[in-house]
């Protein structure tokens, strides 16, 4: 693995992944004075925190807007980033019904949203807001203060006096309750509501087996949505320039491809290598655990990694996503009527029932048997009785689309393994097309008619585009997938245990990291893994010291 090594190479931290997660890593690094290389297989940096322009329209590739949770900001300010934000409200419409969620009392307009469809089960629904309500008094205790992780602890005193100590007990008690409801949300749900169509649009555009917490605190997080002016990409373009202030070296459109444990050598895809004292991965997590070669490290350390390996390569990524992109011919204004710029939307209150689950896995099943009349029955219905998340990114900053245009991103959970059994049978392109017709048939037959014969251009994202993108196992988009045991931490009370590998000197953050994800909690661990590897840094710096 040494061909191409020389001294120059040689680092204190590498970061392997330029995603939201590696880039914080490396900016708490280098601003810690370390000498910090970014390693990021793409021309671009940020993942799935990622803006691009297209024929004078602004789109988001990943990510549609943020949630602060308590880290985003707190980390801006610890950095000492300038960064232009606008909330970012959302609609939440089914049918005809559509709210815009402001504040508090969107809860109270959701209610009754749910009650004018379902008029039958509004003891049902009482229950269920009731239980949305105590989530959010939950989440507030939750992201009620800024995240100690992002403050320094030593000199502000005020900090820990007034607010943290304060909230520790709170905390804790919160901590026990989320841990209750650690159930998936389909069947924490069916406790309480009969109706399985009710049951769906509450919770149908969520991961399978989401656990019941983390969904129901959406309308939580859904008052916490801000955009970046310019683009959701503004966040990763001023973490990266951080690190350059900073001194750190960031180096884009090289991949890893091998790391040897033993020697602390990475080799990218041209064999050059690069030497580390401190590795922290911030990419996919089964494709380090395939890379990763341990011969001649120490025996426990091989034993522990090869159970965590096999815990790793059994699991699969969470689903994916498909997103169409368009470019339309109408301005703003005719989309601002309707709805916000963060719309999660269902055109019929009937439900996906079965069809993304069973009638699904039958086709995969037996997909060999299959004909493509069959597969393209299902994706028909599949389109109409879906929840869509709409994104228009000139609703939420005008500067954005060229004028008296608008640009949509409109997206669904999807299954990777469909597109990839799809793409081996060789009628990818023709599926995707026949996807993108009938999204936009849906849409412009029910929220939008404003777009018919209004699109100017379109495009869309499968989940083998990010698979390819960002190396993603199954084209995941929030890592582990929920339906299996978690091979990562996945209580928050245990977080800082998150970044820890089987090898003492690489370090793991982001996504894959951590479960449930998501942009805050891969800003989280990317922080975390940063500081453990400037703690040890400095107790080997006073063991020096102190020996000497
Ligand atoms: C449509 C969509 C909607 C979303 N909505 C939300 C939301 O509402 N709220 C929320 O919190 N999150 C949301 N997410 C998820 C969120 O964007 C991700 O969880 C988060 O951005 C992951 O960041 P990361 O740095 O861990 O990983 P990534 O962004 O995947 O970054 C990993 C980086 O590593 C690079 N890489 C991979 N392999 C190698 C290699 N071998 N060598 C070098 N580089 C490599 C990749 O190119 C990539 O840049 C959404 C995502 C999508 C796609």
Request: net charge positive; charged share 25%; with cysteine.
């Amino acid at each position: 693995m040494e061909e191409k090594y020389q001294n120059k190479y040689t680092y204190n931290s590498i970061v392997v992944g330029g995603g939201i997660a590696g880039l914080t890593s490396a900016a708490y690094l280098s601003r810690a004075g370390q000498k910090v290389l970014l390693i990021e297989k793409n021309k671009e940096f940020g993942g799935l925190v990622n803006s691009f322009i297209r024929d004078g329209f602004h789109f988001d590739a990943g990510v549609r807007a943020l949630e602060n949770a308590g880290i985003i900001f707190p980390m801006l300010k610890d950095l000492n980033i300038q960064l232009e934000v606008f909330k970012s409200p959302v609609s939440v419409g089914v049918e005809n019904e559509i709210i815009n969620i402001e504040n508090i009392n969107g809860l109270v307009k959701y209610r009754e949203l749910l009650i004018k469809l379902f008029p039958e089960s509004e003891s049902e629904i009482n229950d269920v807001i009731k239980i949305i309500r105590k989530i959010m008094k939950h989440m507030n205790v939750l992201y009620g203060i800024e995240n100690p992780v992002f403050k320094d602890l030593i000199r502000d005193k005020s900090f820990i006096f007034k607010k943290l100590l304060p909230w520790l007990p709170k905390f804790i008690f919160t901590v026990g309750k989320i841990n209750r409801m650690n159930m998936p949300v389909e069947d924490y749900l069916k406790t309480i509501i009969k109706n399985p169509s009710l049951r769906d649009m509450i919770a149908q555009h969520f991961f399978r087996n989401t656990p019941a917490f983390f969904a129901l605190s959406y309308f939580s997080l859904y008052l916490d949505y801000f955009y970046p002016k310019g683009g959701v990409g503004k966040l990763s373009e001023a973490l990266k320039n951080k690190i350059l202030e900073c001194g750190g070296e960031l180096l884009s459109e090289t991949k890893i491809i091998e790391v040897n444990a033993d020697k602390c050598l990475l080799k990218d895809q041209s064999n050059i290598c690069y030497k580390y004292d401190n590795l922290v991965w911030a990419a996919d997590l089964k494709t380090l655990y395939k890379i990763l070669e341990i011969q001649g490290i120490d025996s426990k350390m091989k034993a522990k990694f090869e159970e965590t390996k096999i815990k790793m390569l059994q699991n699969r990524g969470g689903d994916s996503v498909f997103s169409l992109f368009l470019e339309v011919n109408e301005p703003l204004e005719s989309f601002r009527k309707v709805a916000n710029g963060h719309f999660f939307y269902t055109p019929s209150k009937t439900g996906l029932g079965e069809t993304h689950r069973k009638e699904l896995n039958n086709l995969l099943v037996n997909f060999e048997k299959v004909t493509k009349v069959q597969v393209l029955a299902w994706l028909e219905k599949f389109t109409k009785l879906n929840t869509f998340e709409i994104s228009i990114p000139g609703l939420k900053d005008p500067e954005l689309v060229p004028p008296g245009k608008t640009g949509l991103i409109i997206s669904l959970l999807a299954e990777y393994d469909l597109f990839k059994e799809i793409e081996k049978a060789g009628w990818l392109t023709e599926f995707i097309s026949e996807l993108e017709n009938l999204i936009i048939t849906v849409i412009s037959d029910s929220v939008y008619p404003i777009l018919k014969n209004k699109i100017i251009t379109r495009f869309s994202l499968t989940p083998l585009s990010i698979e390819n993108r960002v190396g993603s196992s199954e084209g995941a988009i929030v890592g582990w997938s929920f339906e299996k045991s978690m091979p990562v931490v996945n209580k928050i009370q245990i977080s800082d245990r998150s970044v820890l590998t089987p090898i003492s000197s690489i370090y793991q953050a982001g996504q894959w990291a951590y479960s449930p994800a998501g942009v805050p909690m891969s800003i989280l661990t990317g922080k975390l893994a940063a500081d453990k590897i400037i703690k040890n840094e400095k107790l080997i710096l006073q063991k020096g010291s102190t020996n000497a």
